[in-house]
């Protein structure tokens, strides 16, 4: 196993992973908390995470503080993008550097069993497909760096129980109080009430999680051998062309939604040579039967 970077902000969760792996003897472990200046005491939360890391025997050069550099809010508002989609990216592509930096080639974060409760219904009130709806893996790549989850099967509720058992005070979050994030309303309404009718709430999920996953993987094998042309597009499933053609986009560097997928099998029956669809970040163009994406400069 290759040594790990384990993102920590000093909540329950990373914290639990953070002691649980320094007390397994994790070889080369590394510990980095993040600082998304969205709020005040950051600097406060970076130096619990340092104190405890080396409380737990991390060794000093392998314990990090990273503060992003962006005002992510005025990222997300030019972007039209979400702040909590702006604040992950942000998130990964700091720890990626820092994993880099210190030789790690995997980063653990301590996502768990009813996170993936949230995120599956979070998605499903997007209407996701079955990638989405799969949630999170164990183990996945992210900006081109491994990422483990090894508490993607625990329960919030047990992995609090157990830093309480320890005497573990973990901080706290203001934001997850918060009614303006829609997590949090999945968090503190929908989840409860779900629990009341399922109280296996996070093994239930996980297995359709997994099952779904299974099908997505079983799905995207197939469609990397769909060409891109228009008649072998047309003439497939339509979940294996909007697989081959989003994995081509992002390939490219394109964001492909499924609101953009009509459009382009529009070009394909029109047979518009040299037409395109304007897609974020990019554009979808059919050239000579074939589609293709160009990232926009």
Not at 166 to 192: E, F
């Amino acid at each position: 196993m290759s040594a790990p970077l384990l993102a920590c902000s000093g909540g329950p969760d990373s914290l639990a992973l953070l002691l649980a792996a320094a007390r397994a003897g994790v070889a080369g472990l590394a510990v980095c908390h993040v600082d998304h200046r969205l709020r005040p005491g950051g600097a406060r939360e970076a130096a619990f995470v340092r104190a405890v890391a080396l409380a737990a025997g991390v060794p000093r050069a392998r314990v990090r503080a990273v503060r992003v550099a962006q005002d992510l809010r005025v990222v997300a508002r030019r972007g039209g993008r979400s702040l909590e989609e702006v604040a992950r990216e942000a998130r990964y592509r700091a720890l990626a550097r820092v994993a880099r930096t210190l030789g790690c080639s995997e980063i653990w974060t301590g996502h768990n069993a009813t996170d993936q409760v949230e995120t599956l219904l979070l998605h499903l009130l997007r209407g996701a497909g079955t990638v989405g709806l799969a949630g999170m893996r164990e183990r996945g790549e992210v900006l081109g760096v491994m990422v483990g989850r090894p508490l993607l099967t625990c329960a919030r509720a047990a992995i609090e129980a157990d830093l309480g058992a320890q005497g573990v005070t973990a901080l706290v979050d203001p934001t997850n109080s918060d009614p303006r994030h829609h997590r949090n309303h999945v968090r503190h309404h929908i989840v409860p009430a779900l629990r009341s009718l399922t109280p296996a709430l996070e093994v239930v999920v996980g297995r359709a999680c997994q099952n779904l996953a299974d099908d997505a993987e079983a799905l995207d094998s197939l469609a990397a051998a769909l060409p891109l042309t228009g008649a072998a597009l047309l003439a497939a499933p339509r979940a294996l062309r909007y697989r081959a053609l989003a994995r081509a986009a992002r390939a490219a560097g394109v964001a492909l939604e499924t609101v953009h997928l009509a459009a382009i099998e529009g070009l394909c029956r029109r047979q518009r040579g040299g037409a395109g669809v304007d897609l974020p970040g990019g554009r979808a163009l059919y050239r000579q039967g074939v589609v293709s994406f160009v990232k926009r400069s």
